[in-house]
């Protein structure tokens, strides 16, 4: 697949001495939701503002649509659009026409239609004349999207866009995420929520003291990584694990009371059938079976905390 940005050993230091990016290598295709992950301070903002010119870089090069950044920076930063994770603009201005100048500040010619269009798509239209320090935490958070849409950005940062929204708001976001991304529109969202990327993402990004640990397909990584529990609660106890059971991972619960087996990866399901099949065929029975399937974020702090 075409792809859209391409950073090649990106580096950070910054002025203090640290480098908050180390030799990032990034690649990321068009029309894809791209989730980065990466505990605080692991450099996630700091790729962000490198990309959309907030950071100057120490080393490497980055390209989006095929232009250099370094060379043609503003035709590139105005086909994109960014959601900053700290809400920092012009909180005089109302909500209408702070989103009409980032249109203009794109070069863009006026378009009413497309803002109230937008405005109506984030629940702001009736907000559209309240100057943005009068609204909410969440409202604002709003604001901030409804900027970085304004000018039909083709590819679009959202850093931490759900951080403090409530339930409703993450759920529009995430509707109007995945609509952006039916229109061709290529996302690259960091999120601490990471039942969001699990949701949400296409591919998925770990990236921790300014290395970059893995970049899987998301699918491809939960079925590699991902690992199974299942607790069968027997109907009689075994006093011994039954010896001609194939070799799979198994343990006995107390007192013999339950069985336990653990796989993972790819072939724990077709394992875990098979157990089925085996205590059935030898008459063992049981009366419940909890299945506990290993999270995109067991996944992650496994990683994180492992270094990958
Ligand atoms: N302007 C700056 N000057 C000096 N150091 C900075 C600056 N901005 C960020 N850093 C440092 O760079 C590192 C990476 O910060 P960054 O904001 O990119 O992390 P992050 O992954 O976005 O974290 P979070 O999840 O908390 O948003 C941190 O150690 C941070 O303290
Ligand atoms: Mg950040």
């Known amino acids: 697949m075409e792809s859209i940005l391409e950073i090649q050993g990106l580096t950070k230091t910054y002025p203090g001495g640290l480098t908050a990016l180390d030799a ?3 690649e990321v295709r068009r029309g894809e939701i791209f989730a980065l992950l990466g505990p605080n301070g692991a450099g996630k903002t700091t790729l962000i503002g490198a990309v959309c010119g907030m950071v100057r870089p120490t080393g490497g090069s980055i390209r989006a649509f095929g232009l250099d950044m370094a060379r ?11 959601v900053p994770q700290e809400l920092g603009f012009d909180i005089f201005e109302s909500v209408e026409r702070s989103v009409r100048f980032s249109r203009g500040l794109a070069g863009l010619a006026p378009d009413p239609g497309k803002i109230e269009a937008i405005l109506r798509s984030l629940s702001l239209w009736d907000k559209r004349d309240a100057q943005i320090r009068m609204l909410s935490g969440g409202m604002k958070r709003r604001v901030l999207i409804a900027k970085a849409l304004a000018h039909d950005p083709e590819l679009i940062f959202l850093d931490e866009p759900t951080a403090g929204v409530d339930v409703e708001l993450r759920r529009d976001m995430w509707r109007l995420i995945g609509g952006l991304r039916e229109q061709g529109t290529t996302i690259i969202l960091t999120t601490h929520y990471i039942e969001e990327a699990e949701e949400m993402a296409d591919r998925v990004g770990v990236i921790d003291k300014g290395r970059i640990l893995l970049v899987e397909d998301k699918d491809t ?5 991902g690992s199974k529990e299942a607790v069968f609660t027997l109907s009689e106890p075994l006093h011994a694990l039954p010896p001609d059971l194939p070799g799979l991972s198994l343990s006995l619960g107390e007192a013999g009371r339950s069985l336990c087996y653990r796989g993972s990866g790819a072939d724990a399901d077709g394992e875990l059938a098979e157990l089925v099949q ?31």
């Open 278 to 308: 085996a205590l059935v065929a030898r008459g063992i029975r049981f009366s419940a079976l909890d299945i506990h399937e290993s999270t995109l974020e067991d996944i992650f702090v496994d990683l994180v905390e492992n270094g990958g």
């Open 221 to 225: 990584l939960m079925a590699r990584m």
């Open 72 to 82: 043609d920076w503003r035709r590139a930063r105005a086909r994109i659009g960014l």
């Open 24 to 26: 990032v290598d990034l």
